[in-house]
């Protein structure tokens, strides 16, 4: 069963990711380091909403950040950080903080003084702690940040190591490769689904992503196992590497069996983690069968943003070149000398 999160993306945020989803098929997703304004606000309110000791979870936050952050001090308190003051770093450092914070006080029971009608009155303490985690990862992944809380720590999204040297790489691969655009379409848009709370969807996304990749790679096959199969015999991959990367596609064969959307599954019987699970033997398949270094994939991503900014800058300076070159002849007819007949008149 996934985590049910007390508030699901409403049509105007559906929308954004909708569109979101669209660009990343022509640009790749643009993971964020930091954490903007407009999340910062959500996370203060799913805060006050799944907690009545806001304010208690904000003070332990603003403790963790005094021993936790790089310097040790802070100008700005943790509630002013979420609603719009301090820097985006310092946001994402408080999300963070926040996490630590209510995760932490799952088992407080202080009392804590609400205001109940006209009186203030002591009660015992709420903390709907993992309504709170899987509503700020939702956030957070839906606005591309590249962080997530997960086991009981906030790191980057699906471990570092995972998330950097797989899920990256294997999207860059895919989106600079125009023969790759479906394969591309299937995993971002698995990206998407997760981040829509449709985990079964994604698990359905992602297979189909490594069919396409298969597909455009010339192997044809009614499964992934097949492909694999027909890969080998095609010479695209060797029979060691059938052999070592036939457990993996079979998992994600049999994920999308049991689990994916194909067969009327609901979202319910597959959580995130299956999902995750799912896109990230996907991009290690991918990023293995790409023949590159994941670092060089980066590097080829960066090359050809370097080579669009020139060709962006070469083309604004041939149209300034040619607008200048318009005005001198416009100006060189206006102030022309008159011909030898222009003082004429004529019959």
């Not at 946001?91 to 903080?97: F, G, Y």
């Not at 790759?180 to 996304?205: C, H, K, M, W, Y």
């Not at 990023?287 to 020139?310: D, F, S, T, Y």
Request: charged share 30%; hydrophobic share 40%; aromatic share 6%.
């Amino acid at each position: 069963m996934t985590e049910a999160m007390r508030f699901s993306p409403l049509p105007s945020e559906l929308r954004r990711r909708s569109e979101l989803s669209t660009q990343e098929s022509a640009a790749g997703p643009q993971w964020r380091d930091d954490c903007p304004v407009d999340v910062g606000r959500k996370v203060a309110a799913i805060l006050r909403e799944t907690t009545n000791a806001a304010e208690r979870v904000l003070a332990r936050a603003d403790r963790h950040r005094r021993i936790g952050t790089a310097h040790g001090s802070f100008e700005v308190d943790a509630a002013g950080v979420l609603d719009g003051d301090g820097t985006d770093d310092e946001r994402l450092d408080v999300v963070a903080a926040a996490l630590y914070a209510i995760d932490a006080l799952r088992d407080d029971e202080e009392p804590v003084q609400v205001q109940v009608g006209w009186n203030e009155e002591w009660v015992p303490p709420t903390y709907d702690v993992d309504g709170f985690v899987a509503t700020v990862n939702d956030i957070l992944l839906g606005a591309r940040v590249d962080w997530s809380w997960d086991a009981s720590k906030f790191q980057q999204r699906g471990n570092h190591v995972l998330h950097a040297e797989v899920v990256k790489p294997a999207s860059t691969f895919l989106d600079l490769k125009p023969q790759f655009a479906r394969a591309s379409a299937g995993f971002e848009a698995a990206l998407t689904r997760l981040s829509e709370n449709q985990p079964a969807v994604a698990i359905t996304d992602t297979a189909t992503a490594v069919q396409e990749f298969f597909r455009a790679l010339g192997v044809e096959g009614g499964s992934i196992s097949d492909q694999l199969n027909g890969a080998a015999t095609a010479g695209v991959i060797s029979q060691e590497d059938r052999k070592l990367l036939k457990p993996i596609v079979d998992w994600v064969n049999a994920d999308r069996s049991s689990r994916g959307n194909a067969h009327q599954f609901r979202d319910d019987d597959a959580s995130k983690a299956d999902a995750w699970l799912a896109i990230h033997v996907a991009a290690a398949l991918i990023v293995r069968l790409a023949n590159e270094e994941p670092r060089n994939i980066e590097r080829m991503r960066e090359e050809r943003e370097r080579a669009r900014k020139q060709r962006a800058a070469e083309e604004e300076a041939e149209t300034a070149r040619q607008r200048h070159e318009a005005k001198a002849r416009t100006a060189a007819q206006t102030w022309a000398p008159p011909g030898r007949y222009d003082d004429e008149v004529p019959f």
